[in-house]
T-cell receptor, first 115, second 112 residues
Framework: DAGVIQSPRHEVTEMGQEVTLRCKPISGHDYLFWYRQTMMRGLELLIYFNNNVPIDDSGMPEDRFSAKMPNASFSTLKIQPSEPRDSAVYFC?????????????FGQGTRLTVV | GENVEQHPSTLSVQEGDSAVIKCTYSDSASNYFPWYKQELGKRPQLIIDIRSNVGEKKDQRIAVTLNKTAKHFSLHITETQPEDSAVYFCAARNSGNTPLVFGKGTRLSVIA
């Protein structure tokens, strides 16, 4: 398995534009997580899915953020409209379960810059 | 919910010296504590973890200690090398099927 795959690796967009980040989890993993990394806040959990169902989206900062998981092998995080303060690295991660010793595997991340 | 505090935010050490990163957690039900290493421009990767029924765990030059009473755990790196330079994240999870909660990270610089 190639691991968790995210696209694009880098995204530069203008304020007000829609941005869509994509993630392919490791096959067979039941859990998918979206994190945002900034210098000030570190790694923040935005939302996570179990078997394609959103379980907790309390970390989503605003209604401008939305996430979907239409099937077990694909998820999107959308920001509409984007703002400069959304600039960050967005990571997708997946894991087999939430049990003890279950490792979360991260994708390479998408570096988003909103100008 | 769980809250994880991590210190220091930056740490510089001379090559060959030891480095210690400390974390505290708030939820006494937490029982799993992994550490992730993120090299510059790369993804966070698990390097070592510890469960609450263990006080210390070692893997070559890295070790983790856990004090459940005080609700803190630490990462120790001995004989540091330039390739240890990275951002290190601690995390905690309780047994209630919840995701990992991460600390804010420590940027470790090992100076040759």
């Amino acid at each position: 398995d190639a691991g968790v795959i995210q696209s694009p690796r880098h995204e530069v967009t203008e304020m007000g534009q829609e941005v869509t980040l994509r993630c392919k989890p490791i096959s067979g993993h039941d859990y998918l997580f979206w994190y945002r990394q900034t210098m000030m806040r570190g790694l923040e959990l935005l939302i996570y899915f179990n078997n394609n169902v959103p379980i907790d989206d309390s970390g989503m900062p605003e209604d401008r953020f939305s996430a979907k998981m239409p099937n077990a092998s694909f998820s999107t995080l959308k920001i509409q409209p984007s703002e400069p303060r959304d600039s960050a690295v967005y990571f997708c991660a997946s894991s087999l379960s939430l049990g003890l010793n279950t490792e979360a595997f991260f994708g390479q991340g998408t570096r988003l810059t909103v100008v | 919910g769980e809250n994880v505090e991590q210190h220091p935010s930056t740490l510089s050490v001379q090559e060959g010296d030891s480095a210690v990163i400390k974390c505290t957690y708030s939820d006494s039900a937490s029982n799993y504590f992994p550490w992730y290493k993120q090299e510059l421009g790369k993804r966070p990767q698990l390097i070592i973890d510890i469960r609450s029924n263990v006080g210390e765990k070692k893997d070559q030059r890295i070790a983790v200690t856990l004090n459940k009473t005080a609700k803190h755990f630490s990462l120790h790196i001995t004989e540091t090398q330039p390739e240890d330079s990275a951002v290190y994240f601690c995390a905690a999870r309780n047994s209630g099927n919840t995701p990992l909660v991460f600390g804010k990270g420590t940027r470790l610089s090992v100076i040759a």
